[in-house]
């Protein structure tokens, strides 16, 4: 059974179609060696600039690494491709404020990304103490660099459907409250509680909604039995959450841009006894937003979401090219193939609404 007959939204216009500024992707993870090689042309058929995550092994935590990184993924673009690649750092408690200063000046890193220790995939060397940072985040308020948040605690006493509600109560808040200059991104939005304070601290907080949490909610991974590649984290929530976040992203509100959180993973690790988070929407995140945009009536505001507030909030200039979505039916493969293994894609083999037209640069 599809994800569409599982959870059946409102029908669909007839718009034939609907022409775009290119859109950005503005949380990506595009890994290394092998799998970035064969996940890469997904992306770059759909996004003009990326921000990329830095959780690698080793994780990108210098000026010299994050440009080594982007050799690597330049170096992967298919050919005449003119995706850019926007670097960031992996914050530990060990950096210091003019290695990011240094990093952002010399225009290697767009931004700084936190993530608490053991909230996620290779987040083993995060921040345990937010407030150890306190010289880092003075020094990006300073210069006008973004903070990107995964926003959990990764205390296991906190139920793991109510860590980003406690994340924003017990750090979040207090952050904003200590650093009034900073610039923050809070990454995957999965609540209505977060939409609502995004929203309450318009200009400065901005938050990225990925396209799976438009359209899974917290049964989705239980559906028929244990569903391993709608595993992600921050976890899909109650279905009143996915119904805020739809809302959210379609209501023409500035602070949210698209953020896919395209992670793959190849199969071995999703149907393993201790299943990897993170799902693989490189080739359907799209066609997938703007399903949802057009089930919501909301097409219209489909441009700001994917291709102008994201580049507002960073301060950067929008895409002077353009990308059409058409509606006729798409069908993408289940899998892609890496090195003798596979990554499932999300909604791979389903037939879905929507397809990409034509990219003008």
């Known amino acids: 059974m599809s994800i569409s007959e599982l959870f059946p939204d409102p029908p669909a216009s007839t718009v034939p179609s609907i022409t775009i500024k290119r859109p950005d992707d503005w949380h990506i993870h595009l890994r290394d060696g092998d799998v970035l090689k064969a996940v890469i042309p997904f992306t770059t058929s759909q996004f003009a600039r990326g921000i990329i995550m830095p959780n690698l092994v080793p994780p990108v935590t210098t000026v010299e690494s994050a440009q080594a990184y982007r050799e690597r993924i330049l170096k992967a673009r298919p050919e005449g491709s003119d995706f850019t690649p926007l670097m960031t750092c992996y914050l530990t408690e060990a950096t210091t404020a003019d290695e990011i ?105 901005a938050g990225t909604i990925t396209p799976h949490h438009l359209i899974l909610n917290r049964s989705s991974l239980f559906n028929g039995g244990l569903q391993p590649h709608f595993y992600c984290l921050p976890v899909a929530k109650h279905e009143r959450h996915r119904l805020a976040l739809r ?77 059409t979505l058409e509606r006729r039916p798409d069908r993408q493969m289940a899998a892609i193939e890496v090195a003798g293994e596979d990554i499932v894609m999300f909604r791979g083999g389903e037939q879905l609404p929507w397809s990409l037209g034509e990219t003008r640069p």
């Open 247 to 323: 809302q959210a992203a379609t209501s023409g509100d500035g602070n949210f841009f698209i953020g896919t959180d395209s992670a793959p993973h190849l199969r071995s690790a999703k149907q393993a006894e201790c299943c990897a988070a993170g799902i693989f929407c490189g080739a359907t995140a799209l066609q997938t937003y703007v399903q949802v945009f057009d089930e919501e009536g909301a097409l219209p505001h489909f441009e700001a979401f994917a291709s102008l507030n994201g580049p507002r909030f960073y301060g950067l200039p929008v895409n002077t090219g353009t990308l």
């Open 101 to 205: 200063e240094r990093g952002f000046k010399e225009g290697v890193w767009a931004a700084a990304k936190l993530y608490p220790a053991g909230a996620t995939t290779n987040s083993h060397a995060g921040v345990r103490d937010i407030q150890v940072l306190a010289p880092v985040f003075e020094r990006m308020e300073k210069i006008g660099m973004p903070v990107l948040i995964h926003g959990e605690v990764t205390d296991w006493s906190v139920d793991i459907f109510d860590r980003e509600a406690v994340f924003m109560e017990q750090k979040l808040l207090p952050l904003l409250k200590r650093h009034l200059g900073l610039k923050v991104v809070v990454e995957h939005v999965t609540t209505a509680e977060t939409v609502e304070i995004v929203r309450a601290h318009a200009g400065r907080v």
